[in-house]
């Protein structure tokens, strides 16, 4: 059975970090390709980033660059977004997704997918 779940979400003030989990059961870990979509209400789903299967190449949008990191740990089967300097703008939720052997464009082509954790960012 597949199951892939997020967790680290919470409230932080502005200017502060979190770090969100995401594991990945069921499936070769180390033949995904992983990235992390936010959707906050009343807008579109979008891919802030993602790493390849290899681990080697990796995509941050614009309005995360400088601020998130994502990582890779194959040994744990565990996908990280460290996030830094928070924004009340940052606040949605916060979706882990895989797919085999993919790149690290980040479209929302991916197969699995989590059910999702809350960011919150308050001013």
């Known amino acids: 059975q597949v199951q892939v779940v997020e967790s680290g979400g919470g409230l932080v003030q502005a200017g502060g970090s979190l770090r969100l989990s995401c594991t990945a059961s069921?499936?070769?870990?180390?033949?995904?390709?992983m990235g992390w979509f936010r959707q906050a209400p009343g807008k579109e789903r979008e891919g802030i980033s993602c790493?390849?299967?290899?681990?080697?190449?990796?995509y941050y949008s614009d309005s995360v660059k400088g601020r998130f990191t994502i990582s890779r740990d194959n040994a744990k089967n565990t996908l990280y977004l460290q996030m830094n300097s928070l924004k009340p703008e940052d606040t949605a939720m916060y979706y882990c997704?895989?797919?085999?052997?993919?790149?690290?464009?980040?479209?929302?082509?991916?197969?699995?997918w989590g059910q999702g954790t809350q960011v919150t960012v308050s001013s």
């Open positions: 997704a895989a797919k085999f052997y993919g790149s690290s464009r980040c479209a929302t082509d991916f197969r699995y």
């Open positions: 069921g499936l070769t870990f180390g033949a995904l390709a």
């Open positions: 790493i390849n299967w290899k681990g080697d190449s990796t």
